[in-house]
């Protein structure tokens, strides 16, 4: 059984960074999608980012230019560096793992940001 466990969020001002942590123990094939969505009240499930097993990645374009996301194969953990946050960057932040025969999720960490 895959088991998704995040860390790193909470409270930070506008303008500032936060780092996300997540991951994955059980059985994982070793060629995977790892990466973040993101979801705040009243709206739907949003992409963030996403990184493959080779490193190739893909960025909402909220995100694009102030999140990095990498990852740790060997550690199967995924990492999202978030800098320059917005108000608007506040939601519950969801850790996503695609394999070949299924899709994880974790159960999320909250990422607040004042004004």
């Known amino acids: 059984q895959v088991q998704l466990v995040e860390s790193g969020g909470g409270l930070a001002q506008a303008g500032g960074s936060l780092r996300l942590s997540c991951q994955a123990s059980?059985?994982?094939?070793?060629?995977?999608?790892m990466g973040w969505y993101r979801q705040a009240p009243g709206k739907e499930r949003e992409l963030v980012a996403t990184?493959?097993?080779?490193?190739?990645?893909i960025y909402a374009t909220s995100a694009r230019g102030r999140f990095t996301i990498s990852r740790d194969n060997a550690k199967n953990t995924v990492y999202l560096q978030m800098n320059s946050l917005k108000p608007e960057d506040a939601a519950g932040y969801y850790c996503?793992?695609?394999?070949?025969?299924?899709?994880?999720w974790g159960q999320g960490t909250q990422v607040t940001v004042s004004s």
């Open positions: 996503y793992l695609e394999t070949a025969d299924n899709d994880y």
């Open positions: 990184i493959t097993t080779f490193g190739g990645t």
């Open positions: 059980g059985s994982i094939f070793s060629a995977n999608v």
